[in-house]
């Protein structure tokens, strides 16, 4: 499940209290879910530049997690590659520190942060998500091709699953699946919902792993 915020204006400088509140309503639905039918079930949300740049962010984000054990495992904070990569020292402070409460990291927008394993090992994040317009609106060619396999073979020795990402398309999920994503996502797959009609259609999908 992903809770991602509708049309906000980080300008209106209330972005970090947006992700605050979004982060207590994920907490206070999975303490909810624990004997549902969403109890076997992950949240991922993703957070905008300016919360990952505001230190009383980070301060109040991690109490937050640290006030309600009991589900921090089964959330994940999704940030953008460009921050992972080029982020101050104060964003990995953050990053570890919810990694040290059990909240995994998923890095997105890699296709903008073309600076590989060397970072992708030293973060660690549990997923990478790759744009499918990045590799799959086009045939590729033989050197994308080529990358895509490298990044999805590296991310698979360092135990970090791979997710084909905005899939819209049939095509395109055949693309992902022949280059060996482990997970899918998108409109293909389920469009969004609100909380309560949640389960009646997938919104991510593992997907059989082939050699490209």
């Known amino acids: 499940l992903e809770f991602r915020r509708v049309l906000f204006r980080s300008r209106q400088g209330l972005s970090s ?17 624990r004997r549902g039918r969403f109890a076997n079930h992950f949240c991922v949300v993703k957070l905008c530049a300016a919360s990952l740049h505001d230190q009383r962010f980070h301060r109040e984000a991690l109490a937050l997690l640290r006030g309600c054990p009991s589900v921090t495992e089964r959330i994940r904070i999704e940030l953008h590659g460009r921050h992972a990569w080029h982020g101050p020292i104060s964003i990995r402070r953050f990053i570890d520190a919810a990694q040290e409460l059990d909240t995994r990291t998923v890095v997105s927008g890699f296709g903008d942060a073309p600076v590989w394993m060397p970072r992708l090992a030293d973060l660690q994040p549990i997923e990478l998500k790759l744009d499918a317009d990045w590799f799959g609106t086009r045939e590729p060619d033989r050197a994308a091709r080529l990358a895509v396999r490298t990044l999805i073979d590296s991310c698979r020795a360092l135990g970090i699953e791979t ?39 997938p919104t991510r999908s593992r997907i059989r792993a082939e050699a490209g």
């Open 163 to 201: 997710c084909a990402s905005r899939i819209e398309h049939a095509k395109e999920l055949e693309r992902a699946r022949n280059a060996g994503f482990d997970l899918a996502q998108g409109f293909l797959l389920g469009k969004p919902e609100r909380l309560e009609q949640l389960g009646a259609g």
């Open 17 to 33: 209290r947006f992700d605050l509140w979004m982060i207590a309503q994920v907490i206070q639905w999975l303490r909810e879910q």
